[in-house]
Structures are given as C-alpha cells and as structure tokens.
C-alpha cells in the first residue's frame, strides 16, 4: 500500500483506517477462501481430476495401440518372413526355428505377449509359445478378420497362468506386393493396460477399469475380473464424451465417471470406454480439510490484522528511513535511479524534492562521464583494429593451402586458395572503385567456394564484353546479386540450376545482368526480398549504395516470374577510372 497518501492524515486517522481496513480484508478472505475452495473440490473431483485422468489413460492407450500397429505394419512388409513361409524345401520345426529367429531380432516390445502367424494352409506359428493357440483360434475369428479385409479385429479375451491377453487379429497381407500369407494374431498384455491406468491416477481412492461395448472388463484393478461382464448399464450414462453419475454400488455411493473412446482410439477401431470409481466418502474428507483450513485462515487473518496496525505506526518513520537510504546508497551503487514524490506538502517532503534534485544532477554528471569514457574506448579500439595487418590473413590462408596441397587435400586447397583471392580482392584492395574483371575475379572465388558447398546443384556462366573488362565499378556490387541467386533462386529448386553473368555498353553506362532460372518470386515480394537476407549485402542496400553513387536514375531493375527465374540489371556510369 501507498504510504503516501495515508501521511495526508493524523496518527489517530491512520490507525482507524488499518484497523477497519484489516476487519474488512479479515471478513472478505473467509467469503472469498470458502468460496474458492468449495469450488476448487467440486472442480477436482467431481469433473476437471477425472476427466484429466481419462484423457491421459486414453492418450496412453493410443500410443500403445500405435507401436502395436508399427510393429504389425513391419511384420507385414517382412519379405524374409513371407519367403519363409512359403518355402516348401523346409519343415515346420525349420519354418518355425527360422521364424522365431526373425522376431528376435526385431525387438519386440513386452507389452505383446505373443505372435501367432495362421497361414492359409492351417499352419500355426507362434512366438513366445506362452499362450496355447488353441484357446482362441476359431473358424469364427478367422472368418471376422477375413470379413474386415485389412483392418484389425479384436479376438477374445484369453487367460493363461494368471495372465491376461487381448487377441488382436488381422490379414497378412503385403499391400505393396499383393502377397497374402494367412492371419496375424498379436496378444496384448492386459497388464500393460493395468499399468497406463495406475500412472494415470494420482490417488489409488479411484479405481478406473476399461470396458467393451459389450460392458466387457478389457482392465480392472484386479486382473481376475477381466473379462468378466458387468451387468449394470453403465454405458447408457455415456452420452457426452465424459460424463458422471452418482451410483450405489455394494451399500456405498460413488462417483461414477464415464469417458467414451476418443477419436485417435476410434480412428483403430478401439472402442473401449473409460470408466472411474470415487468413493463420496472421500469427498467428506475433502470438506473436512476445508474447515481446517478455514480455521487457519481466520487465524492468520487476525495476525494480518495486528500487522496492519502495526503498519500505521510504521508510516510515520518509514519516509525518514527511506530517506536515509537513498542518501546512504549515493556512491554505493553505479547508477541511483530517481523516484518520484506525490505532492504531500509536509518537511519530508520538502528534503525528498532536494534530495532528487541532487540526484538528478549526479546521474547526469556521472552519465556524460561514461559517455565521454565509451566514447574513448570505441576510439582505442578502433585505432587497434586498424593496425591489424592484411597480409597475416592472406599469408595464413596461404600456408593452409599448401599444407592441404602436401596432405594431398584438393578440395581443401581449392576451397582456401579461392577464400584467400576472394579476400585478397575484397580487402587487400583499398579502393572504393575495382575494374570489372577484379569483380569478376571476385565472384568466380566466391562461386568456387559454393561449389564445394553445394556440388552439382549449379553453373555459371559468363559472357562479359572485352570492352568493358576495364571499366571501373564499386567494390562488392555483382557478387552479392550473385549470391543472391544461389540462396534464394537456386538452392531452393531440385533441379540444377543456371546462373548466366553478362556485360555491355550501352549508350554512356554500363550494363550488367544476372539472371538465373530458379524458383523466382512474386512482385508482391519484391520489398520483403529486397531487404538484408540471411547472407550477403541484401539487394536493398546494393541499390542504395549504386543510387547514392551515381544518381537516382541508376541501381538495381529486378524482374522475376514465379517458378521461372529471376533477372537483375544493374545499371551505371561507364567510366574506366
């Protein structure tokens, strides 16, 4: 709070202010807290907790069902296992020595208690051997998979030494060879599904199972209930995509919560739903914590409201040792921030406007004082880099090369020898104006070094008129358009790409072209194009450079058509010194 405005008013004022004002926040925090956390319960259990826990049980059935369809989806396209099986050279125990041999290398996940592979002559091979096939291989199953063509199916439900598996079935059919070997069967271990729904849910209060249209148990708490029926219509609550109703069950309420299958389960043909059990009698509990914690709260509340009181009496002196503070911090820190008073008209702040305005005037001093010493730094550093010689980087750049030639390295060689001419040229060379065949020089290095970056993805080539190899031009104004054309004409294109370079006179100016026939781009895109790109100069700042030089009238003529190619003509004074 804004002690401010509260030294407007006398001690006795102040104090009768806090203490109404502690009552009024002690009253408006128990309305407020009851309020919050009755609806924070609700919020919790009856709706917002549950249905998290469902979307999370069924985004983990999801993904496990996805990896389940990978797997099969690499078992289907498995050209040694469809050459195996159909070998007749080999026997059965071979066939199937062989095949568990494949599996075994492909990693398959635990949650997939079995493979079974039916082939279309009766045949029956099976992975882990865990399970007997005989337990849920029927003529029906088979027939249903048939019926569904390539979709999955799911079998029944089979119990095995404790153990629990759900059978899902499909062809074997190869869709990009045509080859139909039989059935696949994968078993999924219930207990996989157990495990999603206990990482889901955060308390072990709720018991969530999974069920069928057919109100079978695919998942329960206990396993021994899976694949039991439940006779109570549950799934009739189930019209929204979560949904609660209070139940009766075994002389005790709960909560039940019900979630229909959602579309990623519906897209596999999984239509399983999602059903939690909440005991109300935790929900009592939950009103009991309440009160507790309402019960605190007012306690805390009326220590608030001591403080407050306290706070009142603290307003007098607090302005005083603010004060101090700050006059205390002059010195101490770098840089004193000014703050700014509202209009009391009391001796303080009489001394807090002289204070500032002492302030102010420091921080002035001591920022022309930096200012000046930044100033002297950019100086030194430049006279610094100013001494650094040129040869040390053409001479280094030098000594890579031969080392390279030594190592016999010809693509390093010729990477470095054409770095060393293009900055032989760009910096070595003091002068604003080089000749156009300097700049040539300069572009066919850089061209080099993009070669070696991207091999066979383009050409260029150069048709410069003999008369206008002397002329002078500014430094770095083709290799830019250049480089240009290869980022964002060429690269972006699949096929090899053309960049053609061309020189003429026309008139009293020089003319220079550089076309290439990559991807192009809209006029509307001109301004985005033109500015700084990734790499290079940008276009923008190469025709302002050209009009500053030479005039209005010249620089940069773009033209561009989508899908075609882009020519650029730049256009200036011809002058040969």
């Not at 706070?311 to 703050?339: C, D, W």
Request: net charge positive.
């Amino acid at each position: 709070m804004n002690t401010n405005f509260l030294r407007r008013f006398k001690l006795k004022s102040r104090i009768t202010f806090f203490l109404v004002l502690g009552i009024v926040i002690f009253t408006f925090t128990i309305i407020y807290f009851s309020r919050v956390f009755s609806e924070f319960i609700i919020q919790k259990y009856y709706y917002k907790h549950l249905k998290d826990i469902h979307s999370d049980i069924q985004e983990g059935i999801y993904l496990l069902l996805t990896n389940i369809n990978l797997t099969s989806v690499r078992l289907l396209q498995n050209q040694d296992i469809y050459d195996l099986l159909s070998n007749t050279n080999l026997s059965y125990n071979e066939k199937e020595k062989k095949l568990t041999t494949y599996l075994n290398t492909m990693g398959i996940n635990d949650y997939i208690g079995d493979i079974v592979i039916v082939t279309k002559k009766g045949e029956v091979f099976n992975f882990n051997t865990k399970v007997n096939p005989s337990l849920f291989i029927t003529k029906e199953l088979l027939s249903h998979i048939e019926d569904r063509r390539n979709l999955f199916v799911w079998g029944p439900i089979v119990k095995d030494n404790g153990n629990n598996y759900i059978v899902l079935g499909k062809r074997y059919y190869n869709f990009y060879t045509g080859q139909y070997l039989g059935y696949l069967l994968m078993l999924i271990d219930e207990n996989s599904i157990a495990i999603i729904c206990n990482k889901s849910k955060s308390s072990d209060i709720v018991s969530t199972l999974v069920i069928d249209q057919q109100n079978k148990i695919i998942s329960h708490p206990e396993s021994k209930y899976v694949g039991n029926i439940i006779f109570e219509n549950w799934l009739s609550d189930a019209k929204k995509e979560f949904s609660y109703s209070l139940r009766t069950i075994n002389e005790g309420q709960f909560l039940v919560a019900i979630s229909k299958p959602s579309e990623n389960l519906e897209r596999l043909n999984c239509k399983w739903f999602i059903i939690s059990l909440l005991p109300l009698s935790n929900l009592k509990n939950q009103l009991t914590k309440i009160n507790i914690i309402i019960i605190w709260l007012v306690f805390f509340t009326l220590i608030l409201c001591v403080v407050i009181a306290i706070k009142a009496a603290s307003s007098l002196t607090n302005p005083i040792r603010f004060l101090l503070n700050r006059i205390n911090s002059i010195g101490q820190t770098k840089n004193v921030k000014p703050y700014i008073y509202k209009n009391l008209h009391d001796e303080i702040w009489e001394l807090e406007l002289a204070f500032e305005e002492m302030t102010k005037r420091i921080s002035n001093l001591v920022e022309t004082i930096n200012h000046d010493m930044e100033k002297q730094r950019e100086l030194e550093l430049i006279a610094l880099q100013s001494q650094i010689n040129p040869h040390f980087l053409y001479n280094t750049l030098d000594a890579i090369a031969w080392i390279a030639k030594i190592k016999k390295q010809p693509e390093i060689e010729n990477i470095v020898m054409a770095l060393a001419k293009f900055y032989r040229i760009s910096l070595h060379r003091g002068e604003k104006y080089i000749r156009l065949s300097d700049e040539i020089e300069l572009v066919k290095n850089f061209v080099a070094i993009e070669k070696i970056r991207f091999p066979n993805k383009f050409d260029i080539e150069f048709e410069i008129a003999p008369e206008t190899t002397d002329m002078k031009i500014l430094k770095f104004t083709v290799q830019p358009l250049v480089e240009n054309s290869i980022k964002h004409g060429i690269l972006p294109k699949k096929e090899k790409g053309l960049i053609v370079v061309k020189s003429m006179l026309v008139n009293e100016d020089l003319h220079i072209e550089v076309s290439d026939n990559g991807v192009g781009f809209d006029p509307s895109e001109l301004d985005n194009l033109s500015k700084n790109g990734k790499g290079g100069y940008g276009l923008k700042n190469v025709d302002e450079r050209l009009k500053i030089e030479y005039g209005k009238e010249y620089g940069l003529f773009i033209s561009s058509e989508k899908n075609k190619g882009t020519t650029i003509l730049i256009k200036v004074k011809a002058r040969n010194e």
